[in-house]
């Protein structure tokens, strides 16, 4: 079945510096999107990118789908404290429109 | 405030047991997705419904079953409850029925099975 995999399942960075996630899927997506979960807290939806190559930004956030729309990325630019938290990519199977989860990536903020 | 309220908040029961989680889904919303949060299973997809009737089946166990009344609300039925049912259980709504649309999660119910 489809698999959807984050790496690193932890990170943790210095205040200001950079932060990125990633995202596998062993299947082709129709889009996928991208989820931030606060500790405590419930998943709130960030971005929802649909086409091959897509980049969209956020303020310091930058989401970037894939050329073979099977992976995609999170990047934070100069971290703060606000972006604690749990970041979840949501990938929707093309063909069976199955959607999966990853595997979650914690972030944690040195103050 | 997402504006999906989930009751109750916390429950905690035994194991064989029965429980019944309710949703209410954002005003206007059409689907309702249901999902469990552990911490060695992620995120995982249980069921949705649109406008009452069952439109997606994910993970969900054969002791585990939901429905989606006429006024759009929603609820996770669990039975013969066992410890590794202990979870986070959260429901989403969205405006349409899609997999692939914007859901908006509600503050989830801890369940804990002893």
């Known amino acids: 079945g489809q698999q959807v995999m984050q790496i690193p399942q932890y990170q943790h960075v210095q205040e200001g510096e950079d932060f990125t996630t990633y995202c596998n899927s062993s299947?082709?997506?129709?889009?996928i999107q991208w989820y931030k979960q606060r500790p405590g807290g419930h998943p709130v939806f960030l971005i929802q990118l649909v086409k091959s190559g897509e980049v969209k930004k956020q303020k310091r956030l930058t989401f970037q789908f894939g050329e073979a729309k099977k992976n995609s990325s999170l990047h934070i630019t100069a971290t703060q404290t606000t972006d604690v938290g749990t970041y979840f990519c949501a990938g929707l199977n093309f063909g069976n429109e199955k959607l999966t989860f990853g595997t979650g990536t914690r972030l944690t903020i040195i103050p | 405030d997402s504006g999906v309220t989930q009751t109750p908040k916390h429950l905690i029961t035994a194991t064989g047991q029965r429980v019944t989680l309710r949703c209410s889904p954002r005003?206007?919303?059409?689907?309702v997705y249901w999902y469990q949060q552990s911490l060695d299973q992620g995120l995982q997809f249980l069921i949705q419904y649109y406008n009452g009737e069952e439109r997606a089946k994910g993970n969900i166990l054969e002791r585990f079953s939901a429905q989606q009344f006429p006024d759009l609300h929603s609820e996770l039925n669990l039975s013969s409850l066992e410890l590794g049912d202990s979870a986070l259980y959260f429901c989403?709504?969205?405006?349409?029925?899609?997999?692939?649309?914007?859901?908006?999660f509600g503050p989830g119910t801890r369940l804990l099975v002893l």
């Open positions: 005003s206007g919303d059409l689907s």
């Open positions: 989403a709504s969205s405006a349409r029925q899609g997999l692939g649309e914007t859901q908006y």
């Open positions: 299947t082709t997506l129709s889009n």
